[in-house]
């Protein structure tokens, strides 16, 4: 079933799905998905209590899409993608009981470039992100942002063993590696050349989230921490607990260099499992 609701500040188009296997809801505003809940878990994804579903700021927390830049390169932070209104393509129920949802943006002053967000809802959460060169030739960094929903204290990370990664944390904190990533304090990475699937285990809701990625090196991992989180006016104080950002991403040397007309794609498939 797909129905189509207003935020309740009456500004954002939102896109509710429900199928046999799980639920969803997606942002026009963004192509921002807030929600993932397959059946018989809790919700896959974070979202702030405090966010502000507000046109001009990003939402806090389910997947941003950082592009056609990432971090302060250029401003706005992590590209206009976040904060634009996307425009609806399909939304179909289909015979196997999935649904998918398309989403397209041009922004103006890029020389055409464009983005198309396919997004399948069922067993699994697949997205994939098409971007298409316009008339001239671009290097565009992106990343899909995922706020994953668990007990970061608690939580690790499988499949970023001997990994190469950079420090972007001005001072950043020594974290526990092998045999798996846990946290020990706030963490900002970004991992390179990163082949095969990541685990997130978190032994709090007994489950494993899979993040299965597709036409993506990179692999950021974030979480504020107590202290980072106090600047954050749509976190609240304690908010730092309850996620950690693991996301699909090509940057730095893997950003994609696009001819005029070129299309490349990147995404990720998403599953649960119960430990
Ligand atoms: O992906 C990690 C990161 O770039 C961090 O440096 C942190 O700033 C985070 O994203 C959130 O950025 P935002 O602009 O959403 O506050």
Redesign the pocket.
Known sequence: MITKEITKEGKLPLICITTPASKAVISLYGAHVLSWVPEGHEDVLFVSPLSRYKTGE?I?GGI?V?WPW???EKL???GVA?TSLWTLEVAEERQDGTVRVVMSLMPDGFNGLSAKMEIIVGETLTQILTTTAGTEPVVVPQ?L?TYFNVNVQEATVEGLKDVEFSE??AVPVAQQEAPVLAFKGGL?R?YSGVEGEIGIVDPSLKQKIKLDRQGSESV???N?WRQ?AKG?K?LPDNGWQFFL?V?T?NLDCYAPELGPGDSVSMGHIISVERL
């Open positions: 990003p806090r941003p950082c990432f971090g302060k706005p932070q992590h976040r990343a942002h972007r944390a900002d970004i950021v991992v974030w504020p980072g954050m749509d950002c996301e991403a």
